[in-house]
């Protein structure tokens, strides 16, 4: 399959890091299809470690696809809360929300059931009990259902947009002005599928932020989000031409990223605020800022 072309944050990076962040699939998957021949770059077979080039054309061959993963648990999965109604956890980054075909790492949905947890049964067969979704890279806090009548709550809930999601993002620069909203619809990059990008009619998308530091290198941001579209905080930063630090993808700088050790975008869910879908009660959840990004954010402030 045809992934398209490198962009320029990936540019000198190796070809199974980028297309395990063009694609989402997990490097250990890209890396058997790299040895089977089928990493692909203008048309030839290369090595998993060969360097791409912006603008290089980057395919994969993929052949059928892997099982999806079973239940496993995951060490740093951390239970926030839990009731016969709903589940809150910390996600460490590097785990889906929910087992896919192509990602054959850990999730959200494989470790509650690996750990003996009963969610509830609505919903598509693979991520049952699932109102909201994080990015495999985006570290914080998620709510699961459990009950079938709290799947439905939580679901209108989300739609409604009576759910508060608060996240900390560390970006490239200082936004001008230091607070604001941004309003711009965002749907699949035309020539790039696996990629978003702001579009005229692609889906409404809404988000808040206001700027807490400003530092040299980066300015540490607390956003809001009014609707929940795919790589939403990603893409409205980067449309700023504030890319979060790390997101190669829409345009970090990958030599920041490497001055810092991260692996990721320095994006993390650090709140979440919900009524409890039984009796209403308010429920408000905070998370840390984890190991690596508390790391970076201290390089970034001694700079």
């Known amino acids: 399959m045809s992934l398209g072309l490198v962009p320029e944050g990936l540019d000198g990076e190796r070809a199974d890091v980028a297309a ?26 290369v090595h998993k470690s060969f360097k791409v080039a912006a603008g290089a054309l980057l395919e994969l061959a993929t052949g059928p696809e892997p ?16 009731d016969p109604d709903i589940v809150v956890v910390d996600k460490p980054a590097f785990v889906a929300a929910h087992p896919s075909l192509g990602w054959d790492g850990p999730s959200v949905t494989g470790h509650l059931a690996a750990a003996g947890f009963r969610v509830s049964t609505s919903g598509p067969p693979e991520r049952q009990g699932v109102v909201q979704r994080l990015d495999v890279g985006t570290s914080g806090l998620m709510v699961v259902a459990k009950s079938e009548a709290a ?12 759910v508060r999601k608060t996240y900390r993002a560390l ?14 619809a965002i749907g699949h990059a035309r020539s ?27 300015s540490l941001l607390e956003v809001e ?8 905080i990603r893409v409205h930063l980067a449309g700023l031409h504030h890319p979060c630090v790390g997101d190669r993808l829409y345009g970090g ?50 700079d």
């Open 67 to 82: 099982a999806m993963v079973g239940p496993q648990l995951v060490e740093d999965m951390r239970i926030v809360f839990d």
């Open 151 to 162: 799947y439905s709550i939580l679901k209108q809930a989300f739609r409604d947009r009576t």
């Open 20 to 45: 395990s962040r063009m694609t989402g699939l997990s490097r250990s998957r890209v890396e058997q299809i790299a040895a089977a021949n089928g990493l692909l770059v203008d048309g030839v077979p």
């Open 253 to 302: 700088d990958p030599s920041l990223a490497r001055r810092l050790g991260l692996e990721r975008q320095w994006l993390h869910a650090a709140a979440l605020g919900f009524a409890h879908p039984q009796d209403g009660r308010p429920l408000d959840f905070v998370s840390p800022d984890p190991p690596d990004l508390a790391r970076a954010l201290e390089l970034v402030r001694r």
């Open 225 to 232: 989000l009014e609707t929940g579209r795919t790589h939403q």
């Open 171 to 184: 970006v490239q620069g200082y936004p001008d002005p230091l607070a604001g909203m941004i309003d711009a």
């Open 192 to 218: 790039e599928q696996w990629k978003m990008a702001l579009r005229a009619d692609g889906r409404p998308a809404v988000t808040h932020y206001r700027t807490l530091e400003v530092q040299r290198a980066a």
